[in-house]
């Protein structure tokens, strides 16, 4: 019953924070290339929402790690070890990015409304880079610890009748 409850867990927590990170992404874009907002107002956006991402992407990939971990035996063994590799590297890069990428990111764009440097411009592509990255192993775990499994733990082959 543990077992369930923690694989159901994973799944849940390791998926949920791909969507919440799209639509993240989806509102912040909307957000910093609409004409209704000037600079400030974007770089004071950017101030506010980010540690709040950071944070919350931070307990979801972490919840979903230890959750994977303490499935136990119903997720087939090499899966759950992807599993585990996959929001390992997640959660490492996002602690990654945040002392090293965000952190200073949010450095330069204090006080609000200042121009953008060309150290600005590098650590943004940076962070750019490093989030899809980050979200695509979310996504990868999420991928493998949903995928269906037989009763009993197997993965169904091609070949065999279901």
């Known amino acids: 019953m543990w077992s369930n409850v923690c694989l159901c867990a994973a ?13 993240f992404v989806v ?4 957000e910093v290339t609409s004409p209704q907002f000037d600079s400030l107002v974007r770089d004071q956006l950017v101030l506010i929402r980010f540690p709040a991402y950071y944070l919350f ?16 035996r119903i997720l087939p063994g090499r899966r759950r070890v992807i599993g585990l590799v996959l929001l390992t590297l997640a959660l490492a890069l996002m ?12 450095a330069l764009l204090s006080p ?16 750019e880079v490093v ?26 082959s091609a070949s065999a009748p279901p």
């Not at 799944?11 to 639509?23: I, N, S």
């Not at 509102?27 to 909307?30: C, F, R, S």
């Not at 979310?138 to 499994?149: D, S």
Request: net charge positive; proline share 8%.
């Open 11 to 23: 799944r849940l927590l390791t998926a949920g924070w791909v969507g919440a990170a799209a639509l």
């Open 27 to 30: 509102n912040g874009v909307l």
């Open 57 to 72: 992407g931070f307990v979801m990939v972490l919840g979903g790690l230890l959750a994977t971990a303490c499935a136990g």
């Open 95 to 106: 602690i990654y990015d945040w002392l090293r990428i965000y952190s200073p990111l949010q």
């Open 112 to 127: 609000p409304g200042q121009p953008r440097t060309p150290d600005f411009r590098v650590l943004h592509v940076w962070s």
């Open 131 to 156: 989030n899809t990255i980050d979200v695509t192993l979310a996504l990868a775990a999420a991928v493998v610890l949903c995928w269906p499994t037989r009763p009993g733990g197997t993965l169904p």
